[in-house]
């Protein structure tokens, strides 16, 4: 079947510029994740979202940084007023709950350069 | 809180030895532990995890890893490496407790096999 799927794969945008990132997670998983991946770093949390529940939204880095998901499926990721430290590789990731302990799977990311 | 260690940035090997990428954890409760791969220009993929049971996990490719409790660390092994292999791999931990989610990656380790 077809995994988790983010557009765009590459975003240039201006410093100052809002940028909006998609996630279509695999069709039934209901907990759906965002990381950041700095160039040469680790995996950085963002924000998690788990059904109905209230988003874990701890690892925002700045209140420019928010997320949504509709319906309980397709995510967007919005920066706002973008700055160049924001250049990273977003990626998203979805697993089948978070209740038991299985593997996320994530998508091919989206590589933000702001410039 | 949950952390991750991987002290090696790179590793180097010749193609038909073993190798051994290391990983060293904290939490606060017990741990569940995750090795992934990342291939250049492509998203994370699951390798193997270990919630509970056997110290040793087998996992895709041919990889293994051992959990050892007492020196809290997760290290991921192969008998013999690919040049296939060579990739960024990061270790994962999420803490058992009522906590975040979301996993703590490592920094990542570049494995490099040379022919």
């Known amino acids: 079947g077809a995994g988790v799927s983010q557009s765009p794969s590459n975003k240039v945008t201006e410093k100052g510029k809002d940028v909006e990132l998609r996630c279509d997670p695999i069709?039934?998983?209901?907990?759906l994740y965002w990381y950041r991946q700095s160039l040469g770093q680790g995996l950085e949390f963002l924000i998690y979202?788990?059904?109905?529940?209230?988003?874990?939204k701890s690892g925002l880095p700045s209140d420019r940084f928010s997320a949504e998901r509709t319906g309980g499926s397709v995510s967007t990721l919005t920066i706002q007023r973008t700055q160049q430290e924001d250049s990273a590789v977003y990626l998203c990731?979805?697993?089948?709950?978070?209740?038991?302990?299985?593997?996320?799977?994530f998508g091919p990311g989206t590589r933000l350069t702001v410039t | 809180a949950q952390s991750v260690a991987q002290p090696e940035d790179q590793v180097n090997v010749a193609e038909g030895n073993p190798l051994t990428v290391k990983c060293t954890y904290s939490?606060?409760?017990?741990?569940?532990l995750f090795w992934y791969v990342q291939y250049p220009n492509r998203g994370l993929q699951f390798l193997l995890k270990?919630?509970?049971?056997?110290?040793l996990v087998k996992g895709s490719y041919g990889f293994e890893a051992e959990f050892n409790k007492s020196q809290t660390s997760f290290h991921l092994k192969k008998p013999s490496a690919l040049v296939s292999d060579s990739a960024l791999y990061f270790c994962?931990?999420?803490?058992?407790?009522?906590?975040?989610?979301?996993?703590?990656f490592g920094s990542g380790t570049r494995l490099q096999v040379q022919p």
């Open positions: 994962a931990v999420r803490d058992d407790g009522a906590g975040r989610r979301a996993l703590t």
């Open positions: 939490v606060s409760g017990n741990p569940y």
């Open positions: 270990y919630i509970t049971g056997d110290n």
């Open positions: 069709s039934g998983h209901t907990a």
């Open positions: 979202f788990q059904g109905n529940s209230a988003p874990d």
């Open positions: 990731a979805s697993s089948s709950t978070s209740g038991s302990i299985v593997e996320q799977y």
